[in-house]
């Protein structure tokens, strides 16, 4: 597709990276760009100064203006709209070509393509592959739903490099089955999750099932076939069936959790399908040191220990974390409700953490159900995040874990899932020396 003077509108400019990407590669691909946005200049500023030196973009901020659907020959979406959006809807009537910044990178990658995704781990996978691939001796670029938009760099990628993706559910859901295949999938787990904008657990189920479609008969894949749900997904897979690769395989890694043991086992899987030897995967697996907001380590203060897992957002992640600890557990839990069943998470805390400080929106529904059961553990419903740390503050002790393992989305009080680990790692430092204010 030539882009050269068409009229192109990016419809969500966000705060993630991917936005940012398109407008700088249509930019430079000499498109006629506009810029439409339901947030202010002032929410998105970061992502503004990052397009100073893009001079000729039309901007529509603090909400859509007509003709940014109206005149455009071709909308780049963000994955978060929803695709029952009115504007959308127009647009598509009126004519208007639809993609996204995913679609526009596959239609140029002239190298082949991973691609990682499911409810839980799909990020740490990701990483954890681009890690074994290097190890092995490939130049791997790694991005995607991860934060990095790989736009700008096709013009340094050459046939022999790897391409590592994280591809959410919102990103795969608009990959057209005719586009560029997909040459090595990997599925890490599916349960329910962003049914307030999937709807439904099928049609979430049927957005990651995608990744599989958009596979031609020379590909790879790899399902973890010990989640119940992928595990009948096989009959989906048009090329080879990887099998995982068992735990023998797996060495010591620098993070905590049995999950991530499972992750590993899955990006070693993938690593194995390209190519990479036994020394590669160990050597590659050895050197991954974890992702920010993940089970994050930040410090320790008083004698406890402090975690960010920020980026656990499904009741199943904050699960996992609390399997990771075999020491006193305080943690934090709550925010916005994505519409997930939390019966489980809250038997889990029960059982493994000493206390639950809930708060945020869905804070009321967690107390409810946790002391539902006939042995909960000692519990605390407040506001925010900060009255949630202070509680755990006053009722841990030196040797504890003091875990921000939320289990939802942060849209209720927090800019982003960033925001609300940034404000908790601020609170936590501030304990160090004025610990009576929280």
């Not at 995704?117 to 001796?137: D, V, W």
Request: net charge neutral.
């Amino acid at each position: 597709m030539d882009l050269a003077g068409r009229r192109v509108t990016v419809m969500g400019l966000g705060r993630h990276g991917g936005g940012v990407g398109a407008v700088r590669f249509l930019a430079a691909q000499g498109a006629r760009v506009t810029v439409t946005d339901r947030l202010s200049a002032d929410l998105l500023s970061e992502s503004l100064s990052e397009l100073d030196d893009c001079p000729g973009i039309t901007w529509h901020l603090g909400g859509h203006a007509e003709r940014a659907f109206r005149d455009a020959e071709l909308i780049v979406v963000n994955p978060a709209v929803r695709p029952d959006d009115p504007w959308l809807v127009a647009a598509a009537a009126a004519g208007s070509e639809l993609t996204t910044e995913i679609e526009l990178f596959l239609a140029r990658a002239p190298a082949r393509v991973a691609a990682v995704t499911g409810s839980n781990g799909k990020s740490s996978t990701a990483a954890m592959l681009a890690s074994i691939l290097e190890a092995a001796g490939r130049r791997v670029w790694l991005g995607g739903n991860i934060g990095r938009s790989l736009l700008g760099a096709l013009d340094r990628m050459r046939p022999d490099d790897a391409v590592v993706l994280e591809l959410s559910s919102f990103q795969l859901q608009r990959l057209r089955p005719t586009g560029r295949g997909i040459d090595l999938a990997v599925i890490t787990n599916c349960v329910p999750n962003h049914l307030d904008w999937h709807g439904t657990f099928a049609a979430y189920c049927a957005a990651k099932q995608q990744l599989l479609r958009l596979q031609p008969a020379d590909s790879f894949a790899v399902l973890n076939v010990a989640d119940p749900v992928v595990a009948t997904w096989r009959h989906e897979v048009r090329g080879q069936l990887q099998p995982a690769c068992p735990a023998t395989k797996i060495p010591s890694l620098a993070i905590a959790g049995q999950h991530q043991r499972e992750n590993a086992s899955l990006a070693a899987a993938a690593a194995e399908a390209w190519g990479a030897d036994g020394a590669a995967i160990e050597t590659g697996l050895q050197r991954f040191a974890g992702l920010p907001h993940r089970l994050e380590r930040i410090g320790e203060i008083g004698g406890r220990e402090f975690y960010n897992d920020s980026l656990a957002t499904t009741p199943e992640s904050t699960r996992a974390a609390l399997q990771a600890f075999d020491r006193p557990i305080w943690l934090l839990a709550g925010g916005y409700d994505k519409g997930a069943d939390f019966d489980e998470l809250v038997r889990a805390i029960a059982a493994r953490a000493s206390g639950v400080a809930f708060y945020g929106a869905v804070g009321d529904r967690l107390q409810a159900a946790l002391e539902r059961l006939p042995t909960p553990c000692g519990s605390t419903r407040v506001p925010t995040l900060r009255e949630a740390l202070g509680w755990c503050w006053s009722q841990s002790r030196p040797g504890d874990v003091i875990l921000l393992s939320p289990a939802c989305a942060s849209y209720d009080q927090f800019r982003d899932y960033a925001d609300r680990a940034e404000q908790f790692r601020r609170a936590a430092a501030q304990l160090a020396t004025k610990p009576c204010l929280l």
